[in-house]
């Protein structure tokens, strides 16, 4: 199994641009999640979905989007970059069950500049 | 809402020898689990252990082990015989009722050779 794969690692986008942060999991979890690092912090929840075609927000929603098509693809887009939003984005992945850990992606660095 | 609070920015310990890290929570629910995760400068983040609420008995993996004290909403991490390989940020975590796992601000940990 790959577990959880992001990509890309690293981007830089400018003031304004638009961009799809890709996250993939081969384990069939039902739950699929998005986190923001900023630095220096722990992760704060953007978006979360508990199974395909249901989606809901976290902490931190306001400038992000995401869709859940399929159990195993759960991209994040971000529309119109801001500063604010560099970040390091991690994609996580669960089976039903509050004991069953959460496995991360590897993280995806974003700058906005 | 639950919140989650580790109290020491930084710890540092000499190798082999044993350190302990602090996480208090608050939350409203009886039921609930906790994790500590650890991510290494690979930025991987990796479950260390976890606790059920229910349970009296501590959480113990090898030489990773927890304090649990549920009246004092208290959850520290003992780590025993440090290595070289604990240098890390670590995570205090907690989930309860709608899946989602809140996070601390966590605590880097340096190892002293």
């Known amino acids: 199994n790959a577990g959880v794969t992001q990509t890309p690692k690293f981007r830089i986008l400018k003031i304004g641009q638009s961009m799809t942060l890709q996250c993939t999991q081969d384990?069939?979890?039902?739950?699929m999640y998005w986190y923001r690092q900023d630095p220096g912090m722990g992760l704060k929840l953007i978006y979360y979905?508990?199974?395909?075609?249901?989606?809901d927000k976290g902490e931190v929603p306001n400038g992000y989007n995401v869709s859940r098509s399929t159990t195993e693809d759960f991209p994040l887009r971000l529309e119109l970059a801001a500063p604010s939003q560099t970040s390091v984005y991690f994609c996580?992945?669960?089976?039903?069950?509050?004991?069953?850990?959460?496995?991360f992606g590897p993280g995806t660095r974003l700058t906005v500049l | 809402a639950q919140t989650v609070t580790q109290s020491q920015p930084e710890m540092s310990v000499q190798e082999a020898e044993t350190v302990t890290l602090s996480c208090t929570y608050d939350?409203?629910?009886?039921?609930?689990?906790l994790f500590w995760y650890k991510q290494p400068p690979s930025r991987q983040m990796i479950l260390v252990i976890r606790?059920?609420?229910?349970?009296?008995q501590n959480a113990t993996e090898n030489r990773f082990s927890v304090n649990f004290q549920k009246a004092a909403k208290s959850f520290s991490l003992k780590i025993s015989d440090s290595q070289l390989g604990d240098a890390a940020m670590y995570f205090c975590?907690?989930?309860?009722?709608?899946?989602?796992?809140?996070f601390g601000q966590g605590t880097r940990l340096t190892i002293n050779p």
């Open positions: 979905s508990v199974g395909a075609g249901i989606t």
């Open positions: 384990m069939n979890h039902n739950y």
């Open positions: 606790q059920e609420a229910y349970k009296q």
């Open positions: 996580a992945s669960r089976r039903t069950g509050f004991y069953n850990e959460q496995f």
């Open positions: 939350t409203s629910e009886s039921d609930y689990y």
């Open positions: 975590s907690i989930i309860q009722g709608a899946q989602k796992l809140v």
